[in-house]
């Protein structure tokens, strides 16, 4: 890996862990794309879809753990749901990481692009109203809908090495119901506790290239502690829109990479 190649990719970490820490997703939705396409794009590397799926769960692993502490200052973790969340989601995640050593580069992207299409979808549904009589960060949520939830993401996830938090954040808004101040923190606490998972399954098999991936968590850190001082300053409505257009960006990207390229 050359200098250049090094610090190309410590930016992307940067640039992916801003995002974790600004709209509570993992970072993968971005880093997916810019890992595959801006080396290659300004000539100072290649990555391979695998290399990138496990790169990208070390680098969701680290960027939203410091997401979380970040958020979690300002009480916007509601523990139960990312304890219920979290579990689910990490078990999904490590069958997904295991599983995908032995699944084609192809259909990896294909799952991806299907992600995002989901998350999208999820947008465009209406949020019910908050209830506003009990504290988001101490409501009491469905813990089969949570667990449901999570684990299904997490298993897609976990194929692709994301964190699955751009889909599990427009879920826990339309499905389970939760505000999204509090979606963003405690998608942060239940993705921590899935990439755990993810990588673990990702180095068991021998699928992380140790130097890139170091390269690229060590700008994810700060990235995150930016992202979420960010985020605070933020009305809700501004949150919705910017992860809004997140996604229909990397949908288009990757779409087009799955049936033109």
């Known amino acids: ?14 640039v992916g862990g801003f995002v974790s820490g600004l709209i509570g997703v993992g970072g993968a939705i ?26 990208t769960m070390v680098q969701v692993f680290v960027a939203v753990v410091s997401g979380v502490i970040a958020h979690g200052r300002h009480r916007a973790v509601n523990v139960r749901l990312a304890a219920t969340g979290g579990v689910a989601m990490a078990a999904g995640s490590l069958a997904g990481a295991v599983a995908s ?78 505000p999204i101040r509090v979606t963003i923190g405690s998608s942060l606490a239940i993705t921590a506790l899935a990439a755990t998972a993810g990588v673990v399954g990702k180095l068991v098999t021998g699928q992380i290239p140790l130097g890139p991936a170091l390269v690229v968590a060590l700008g994810a850190v700060p990235g995150a502690q930016l992202g979420a001082l960010a985020s605070r300053r933020l009305s809700d409505g501004t949150l919705k829109r910017i992860l809004f257009i997140v996604i229909v960006l990397t949908g288009v990207r990757v779409w087009w990479h799955v049936l033109f390229e």
Not at 1 to 14: A, D, I, P, Y
Not at 169 to 176: G, N, S, T
């Open 1 to 14: 890996m050359s200098l250049v190649f090094g610090g190309v990719l410590f930016v992307l970490g940067v």
């Open 30 to 55: 971005v880093m997916i794309p810019l890992l595959l396409y801006v080396p290659p794009l300004i000539g100072v590397g290649r990555l391979d879809v695998k290399a990138v799926a496990a790169i």
């Open 101 to 178: 050593r032995w699944i084609p580069d192809a259909w990896l992207l294909v799952v991806f692009a299907l992600m995002v299409s989901a998350a999208f979808v999820m947008l465009t549904l209406p949020t019910p109203p908050p209830d506003v009589t009990v504290s988001a960060e101490e409501r009491h949520y469905s813990r089969a809908l949570t667990a449901a939830v999570a684990g299904t993401v997490g298993l897609a996830a976990g194929l692709v090495g994301a964190g699955g938090a751009f889909l599990l954040v427009p879920l826990l808004l339309v499905v389970v119901g939760v």
